[in-house]
């Protein structure tokens, strides 16, 4: 669901409300204190209603322009339901971690088209733990679309990390003053500070050729 596990206390507040909307923080899930806020809504439904959307669920769907998952008995039947247009339109914080649709090449991948109109192959092949399975696709493609690598870390920087593996497998993008665009699996997209933690992870620096001197 997502690549994220709803949280205990929230599907036992489901159980009492029928409806929760989520925010996030640093990617995790949070109680939204406003609706304007939230990224995704939940639904308590009957195991056999799980797959199916009503007519009026679904116009909330692309009213709130939100994912809606829907939760049956146990969190862990479930199911996702994505608004109209939401992949091309979303925004590149709050995304839902769906790997090879919104991942940390995807945002990456987004961030540079939205910005520079610079393009990065919309789907390089990837299977869920590439990285388990021998490859290093950012280090083998890096070159193919003008990175290099540097030693110092400037905005616009991608920063390629080592999470939980001995291979490079996550990238970030550097904002300037501290912080990271990032999507890390089973969370939601964010901004969040360059901390000591994810700098002791950082395996490469990859600086793209035409943003040498871009602000």
Known sequence: MLGHNVPDEFF?????????????????LILADNTN???VLLLKKTNADVN???FEERELLNFIKIPIITI???????EIFIPNRYFENA????????HGLFDCYTLIRDYYKRNFDLYLPTNIQRNWEWWAQGEN??????????????????????????????MPNHGAVYLGEGKI?????????????LTLSYKQKIAVIYRNKILKNVD
């Open 37 to 39: 806020k939230a990224v």
């Open 137 to 166: 696709l950012y280090v083998d493609n890096a070159k193919d679309y003008s990175f290099e690598e540097v030693s110092d870390i400037q905005k616009h920087d991608v920063l390629i990390m080592k999470i939980g593996s001995s």
């Open 181 to 193: 665009l990032h999507h890390l699996a089973g969370r939601f997209s964010t901004t969040q500070d």
């Open 52 to 54: 199916v959307l009503t």
């Open 72 to 78: 049956g008995s146990s969190k862990h039947i479930s």
């Open 12 to 28: 036992k507040d489901l159980e009492k409300e029928n409806k929760l909307f989520l925010s996030q923080k640093e990617g995790k």
């Open 91 to 98: 925004e590149l914080e709050n995304r839902p971690f769906l």
